[in-house]
């Protein structure tokens, strides 16, 4: 059985993984045929956002923590996962993907990505292994893969511009699409960058992990 990793960044859209996306991925791989197996930074999140309000919390939640709530408990914190284990890698969305993965939410294209996230992700890169990122996650991809990577988060101009400024080349594309860049075995796709619903992001998602699976 192929196995995939997987990288979340808390619980929640707003200061952590997008949880309807990380769960559509995490059964589109089952339903793929192969297994998942999550991970995430043992940091303290960026902050905690009210999802009721939209406003900042006055406390302190760990980003491996509550990533476990979406894993239910099955995860271990990323300085653990390395390439040579696993078949692919894929990265859900959410806010957590910008602020506590890296800081992409704070210093657009002069960002910087957490080290053990970047190391993990880079050992995939290096060892051709497929990658996948999903919503406003693929704005850590030209950090991770260089110059020329192709990507996409949608057609949202601001961050597109990021992504070109960083040195990647943003493709638009519809939420029922992905994007291949197959010199590089890495795959992205819009998802709540566009989607409206449950439905329309896994329309996309259900394609990029049929892809994914298919390439490892």
């Not at 559509?24 to 791989?29: D, R």
């Not at 990323?78 to 957590?96: K, M, N, T, Y």
């Not at 197959?182 to 439905?199: D, F, V």
Request: net charge negative; aromatic share 6%.
């Amino acid at each position: 059985m192929k196995k995939v990793a997987v990288i979340l960044s808390g619980s929640g859209v707003f200061d952590g993984s997008e949880i309807h996306e990380a769960v559509l991925a995490l059964y589109a791989i089952e339903q793929a045929g192969a297994s998942w197996h999550c991970f995430a930074p043992n940091v303290d999140q960026h902050h905690v956002i009210n999802h009721m309000t939209g406003e900042p919390m006055d406390e302190t939640r760990n980003v491996l923590i509550e990533a476990a709530r979406i894993a239910r408990g099955q995860i271990q914190d990323v300085a653990e996962l390395s390439a040579r284990d696993f078949d692919a890698l894929l990265l859900p969305g959410g806010f957590g993907a910008a602020k506590n993965l890296s800081d992409f939410a704070f210093k657009g294209a002069s960002c910087k990505i957490h080290p053990e996230v970047k190391r993990a992700c880079q050992e995939f890169a290096r060892a051709q292994k497929p990658a996948a990122y999903l919503c406003i996650a693929p704005v850590l991809i030209p950090q991770i893969y260089g110059k020329g990577a192709k990507g996409t988060i949608g057609h949202e101009k601001e961050v597109a511009s990021a992504f070109r400024t960083m040195g990647g080349d943003h493709i638009d594309c519809p939420v029922d699409e992905f994007v291949l860049d197959q010199e590089r075995c890495l795959l992205s796709t819009p998802a709540y960058m566009l989607a409206g619903s449950i439905s329309e992001a896994a329309s996309g998602i259900n394609k990029l992990v049929q892809q994914l699976v298919k390439m490892a």
